[in-house]
C-alpha cells in the first residue's frame, strides 16, 4: 500500500487496516489504482497514490471527464449548487480558487469579488481559464500575497498527497480570519443512473 495520508490516519488511530475493503477494482481513469472503503469512517482511499504528482495532472487528457460531466446536467447542477451556496461570501472579498479546473465557478462569483485569482495545474484548464481573463497560476505562492481572504476548493485536495500540509501553504497566503471553503467527493452518495453498481463505483472515482 502505498498512501501516506491513509497510513497517517490509521497512525492516528483515524481507522485501521481491518476497517478497510475493496470499493472498486479501478478508478475511471486509472484501472489499475483500486479503491478502499473505510467501514469507520465511510471514506474512500486510493491504495496506491504514487502516481499523484504534478507532472501527472499538468499533462493528464480530461476528454473522459468532460464527456460524463462537463456541460451536462450533473456539471450544471453542481455549478448551480456552489454559486447558490457560497456566492454570499464572495461579494467586495479577495478570493482565491484552489484547483480551479476549466473555471466555470470563476464566471458567475467573479463579477461580485473584489479580486479574483485561482490555481489549477492542467494545462488544458489553465489555458482556459486563461481565455475568459482569470488569473490562474500552478502556486498560491506564485500570486506573492498573502491577503486572501475567502479561498475555495471545489473536489481538489483530494488529489493532493499531503492535503494537511497544502493547506498550511493556502493559509499562508491568506489574511487574518480568513474564510476556507472545502469540499470533497462523497463516492457513495453518486450513482450514475442505468448504470450496474460496480461500474457506477468506478466512474465516479478518477485520481
Known sequence: MSNPFLEQLIASNITDRASLSLYASGARD????????????????????SHMTNEHYQE????DVEQHFSGGVIDKMDLDRRAARWNSYFPG????????????ILKPAGRVAAATAATELNRTQTNSVRAAGFAVRDDV??????????????HVLEHW??????LAHIKR??????TTHVHVPHPPAFRVKGMPAADSKRTAQWV
Not at 484501472?31 to 491504495?47: N, S, V, Y
Request: proline residues 6%.
Open 141 to 154: 505562492a506564485e500570486f506573492g500575497r498573502a491577503d486572501f481572504e475567502v479561498v475555495t476548493s471545489f
Open 161 to 166: 498527497p499531503d492535503p494537511l500540509a497544502m
Open 30 to 49: 486509472k484501472a489499475d489504482c483500486p479503491m478502499l472503503a473505510c467501514k469507520r469512517t465511510g471514506a474512500i482511499f486510493a491504495q496506491d497514490i
Open 60 to 63: 493528464k487528457p480530461f476528454a
Open 93 to 104: 472579498k479577495r478570493w482565491l480558487d484552489f484547483g480551479c479546473g476549466c473555471g466555470e
Open 173 to 178: 497566503h491568506c489574511s487574518s480570519g480568513a
